[in-house]
T-cell receptor, first 116, second 111 residues
């Protein structure tokens, strides 16, 4: 069964460091997403990506965040200068969605980021 | 008002019980609705999509009431393995496709 894969599964970093989280969405999916879940809290939307550009982003997704699809398969989330409050589980997701129809979101297993 | 609201629970029920969760959404333009299940520290996984006419999958029944803007999930004959957090997810189409998550409802099925 096709799946979304994420690396690393866990990353520990020092405050102020840059972090790149990687995702390989399901190959025929068109929409890609990053979500964040702080421990014990809800799943929060960060950004959606379609046709090689950001289609929507939340208030959380400020200038320290960026996304890229550098090579047609990987989808990355970069956090430029990490803060303590960036500690969370980051989920990548993809969906096969077209005009007038929305499919389910498929999630990767997540990348746990710990900022010290 | 939050876009998607759920009672966080926890709901503690004995094995074999029937339990129901509700979820309300604020945006009447919402188009697609889902229930996801999330186990502790794991990724959300689709439990079922919710269709206008209501739908059933084994012990699980989902209903949608567009007029009142709520979605429900009924679990019959609860099993220990049903213990998890149930997430209501609403897809809002506004030029983009954005999936909004509720806070989730925690269910604990007790032996």
């Amino acid at each position: 069964e096709p799946e979304v894969t994420q690396t690393p599964s866990h990353q520990v970093t020092q405050m102020g460091q840059e972090v790149i989280l990687r995702c390989v969405p399901i190959s025929n999916h068109l929409y890609f997403y990053w979500y964040r879940q702080i421990l014990g809290q809800k799943v929060e939307f960060l950004v959606s990506f379609y046709n090689n550009e950001i289609s929507e982003k939340s208030e959380i997704f400020d200038d320290q965040f960026s996304v890229e699809r550098p090579d047609g398969s990987n989808f990355t989330l970069k956090i430029r200068s990490t803060k303590l409050e960036d500690s969370a589980m980051y989920f990548c997701a993809s969906s096969l969605t077209s005009e007038g129809w929305t499919g389910e979101l498929f999630f990767g297993e997540g990348s746990r980021l710990t900022v010290l | 008002r939050k876009e998607v609201e759920q009672d966080p629970g926890p709901f503690n029920v004995p094995e074999g019980a029937t339990v129901a969760f509700n979820c309300t959404y604020s945006n009447s333009a919402s188009q697609s609705f889902f229930w996801y299940r999330q186990d502790c520290r794991k990724e959300p996984k689709l439990l079922m999509s919710v269709y206008s006419s209501g739908n059933e999958d084994g012990r699980f029944t989902a209903q949608l009431n567009r007029a009142s803007q709520y979605i429900s999930l009924l679990i019959r004959d609860s099993k220990l393995s049903d213990s998890a957090t149930y997430l209501c997810v609403v897809n809002r189409v506004s030029g983009t496709y954005k999936y909004i998550f509720g806070t989730g409802t925690r269910l604990k099925v007790l032996a």
